[in-house]
C-alpha cells in the first residue's frame, strides 16, 4: 500500500495511519515544506516538487502514474479532496491488470 497526501492534514494522517516506515507515502510540494521534508529523512516520504492541491485531474493523474512506476501492483489511497477541483476518481480491481484508474472531468 502507498499513500498519496494532498494537503498537510492528510500527511500528518497517512503517518499516523501507516503501519510502520515500511509504508511509503508520497505528497505535493504543499503538503509539506522543503525544510519539514528534509527533517523526515529515513521515514519512507517522497515529496513532489509541485504542489497537489486544487490541481486538474490531469496532473493528479500524473503523480499517481509516477507513484505507480515506483510500486507496482501497490494499492494507492489518495486523501480525498474537492472533486470540483480534481474531477472524480473511481478505482476497480482487474483481476488481470491489478489496480486501474478511471478518471472523468465533471
Known sequence: MVFLAITPTG???????R??????IWCG?????????ESLRGENVTRF????SGVGSDLLADAIDTIEQHHPDQ??????????????LAWH??????????????
Open 29 to 37: 510540494s504543499d503538503a509539506i515544506s522543503e525544510a519539514d521534508y
Open 93 to 106: 480491481e482487474s483481476p488481470n491488470a491489478g489496480l486501474q484508474r478511471k478518471l472523468s472531468s465533471e
Open 11 to 17: 500527511l500528518k494522517e497517512a503517518m499516523r495511519s
Open 19 to 24: 503501519s510502520d516506515k515500511s509504508t511509503p
Open 49 to 52: 516538487i509541485h504542489a497537489l
Open 75 to 88: 494499492t494507492i489511497w489518495v486523501e480525498k479532496v474537492s472533486i470540483s477541483s480534481i474531477g472524480s
